[in-house]
């Protein structure tokens, strides 16, 4: 009977080690989780105020222009997927001559370009991007964006001010590679028996 104390000793032993070996597996295998909490939303965001003067010729003229981008509380707020309001850009571009009298004076917003962009942009987008580009033959030109904010997506978009002052708008087609189905302004005739005047 003895001869069976230390087997049976063994066997305890043995069943407790498997036990343990199996309890400390458990533990190994244990999921942590973390709650995540999700942030809130701050007060409507605005972007920084933006102004910027480039002199260049035009018909062997010399002029000024003169862009100015600011945050206007006037304009219907926009909201991102995670309730963040961020408040739109209006941006107000003038044509001086050299003599400081001015050819061009007007204010845009992202509703100038409304036919222009998709549903997506007109609801998510703001006013973001708007510099000079360059003279082309009776065009002044200036490349402008609609942009979701805080991220890198953008629709380009070409805004020309012609001689007469007129303005013309249509996709970019060096940067634009999502407005494929959307329809392309032309630019705007001048009426026929009205010549064209200097600016």
Not at 3 to 32: H, N, V, W
Not at 44 to 64: G, M
Not at 164 to 187: F, H, N, Q, W, Y
């Amino acid at each position: 009977m003895k001869q069976f104390i230390p087997i049976i000793a063994i066997g305890l032993l043995t069943g407790a080690m498997i036990m343990e070996s199996c309890s400390s597996k458990k533990k190994r295998d244990d999921i942590i989780t973390v709650n995540y909490e999700k942030p809130e939303p701050q007060g409507p965001i605005r972007s920084d105020d933006y102004k910027d003067s480039k002199p260049f010729k035009w018909n062997n003229r010399d002029y000024v222009c003169t862009i100015e981008r600011t945050a206007s509380d006037s304009l219907p707020m926009v909201k991102d997927e995670t309730g963040q309001l961020f408040i739109d850009n209006h941006v107000r571009v003038v044509i001086s001559r050299s003599d400081g009298s001015v050819f061009f004076d007007r204010m845009f917003t992202k509703s100038t370009f409304n036919s222009y962009i998709n549903d997506e942009f007109r609801k998510y987008g703001i006013l973001e991007g708007f510099v000079f580009d360059k003279v082309e033959g009776n065009e002044v030109r200036f490349a402008c964006s609609v942009s979701r904010p805080q991220s890198d997506e953008y629709l380009p978009l070409i805004l020309a001010v012609t001689r007469m002052g007129d303005i013309a708008i249509k996709r970019d087609p060096r940067l634009d590679t999502e407005l494929e189905d959307l329809p392309v302004a032309e630019e705007e005739p001048i009426p026929e028996g009205e010549e064209e005047t200097e600016p």
